[in-house]
């Protein structure tokens, strides 16, 4: 069954959504980071995937009292991304009550240090692969590289990675559906690896296609707080599960 990990991403400590990552077109919702936590965790909800945009715009993460105060407020294991870019940051994260941490410009710019990492912290770092048009971005996605997404990942394969957060950027807060033959390929390709669904759910069919295709993770954020997802349907299928 796959695992539905909802998204809270943050900007100066309230939720927003961007639109194919562009932080001029954020959307700003009434409801608090912790308030959707908890709600996510009477859905039955184990996993969190908490972006510090801010962070991720600074390069080092800004928002780590949020952090704080979900790990200390809910029992679900929260994945963090934004802003990681030294192991003083990476730290940070664990420090602040992170179960996982994201790191993907490191990985992309700086691969010996991200493959350190690996060696050090093991399944508790995942890399986040953002791509456009087939190239990977970096830096709040704000630039790109010349890497594919499988030369990236072939990268560290064999270092012990065993998660990965592939956002397709054109899809991301669109409401369009996924890139679903794109996470089908990865998926069958690296069947050792995790490969999560990021971008693009706007409804619970998206879910069950992936399901269909033996994806094992999807990250849903912006059809949750437009009621395309409700609670009740998490709830629902985090019962199944």
């Not at 959707?36 to 996993?47: E, H, N, T």
């Not at 990977?136 to 790109?144: I, K, S």
């Not at 270092?159 to 409401?175: A, E, K």
Request: proline fraction near 2%; aromatic fraction near 6%; include cysteine.
């Amino acid at each position: 069954m796959i695992e539905i990990i909802p998204a809270i991403d943050i900007i100066e400590g309230r939720c927003v959504r961007l639109s194919q990552g562009d932080y001029g077109r954020s959307k700003v919702y009434d409801a608090l980071p912790l308030d959707m936590a908890l709600a996510y965790q009477d859905a039955g909800v184990s996993r969190l995937h908490l972006v510090d945009l801010d962070g991720a715009k600074q390069s080092e993460p800004a928002n780590l009292r949020v952090l704080e105060q979900l790990a200390s407020r809910t029992g679900m294991k929260i994945e963090w991304g934004g802003g990681i870019k030294s192991e003083e940051a990476l730290r940070s994260v664990f420090d602040a009550g992170a179960a996982f941490a994201i790191c993907g410009s490191v990985a992309a710019l700086k691969p010996e240090l991200f493959r350190e990492w690996l060696l050090a912290f093991g399944p508790k770092v995942i890399l986040g692969a953002d791509i456009r048009d087939g190239r990977v971005a970096v830096n709040g996605w704000l630039a790109e590289t010349e890497l594919g997404i499988e030369e990236l990942i072939d990268m560290f394969a064999g270092d012990g990675l065993g998660n990965v957060i592939c956002t397709d950027i054109s899809r991301d807060g669109m409401l369009q559906g996924p890139s679903f033959e794109l996470y089908k390929d990865l998926q069958q390709r690296y069947d050792a690896i995790d490969i999560t669904v990021s971008g693009g759910i706007s409804c619970m069919a998206d879910i069950e296609k992936l399901e269909e295709m033996e994806l094992r993770k999807v990250i849903v954020g912006k059809a949750i707080y437009e009621g395309r997802i409700t609670m009740e349907d998490i709830e629902q299928w985090s019962q199944k599960g």
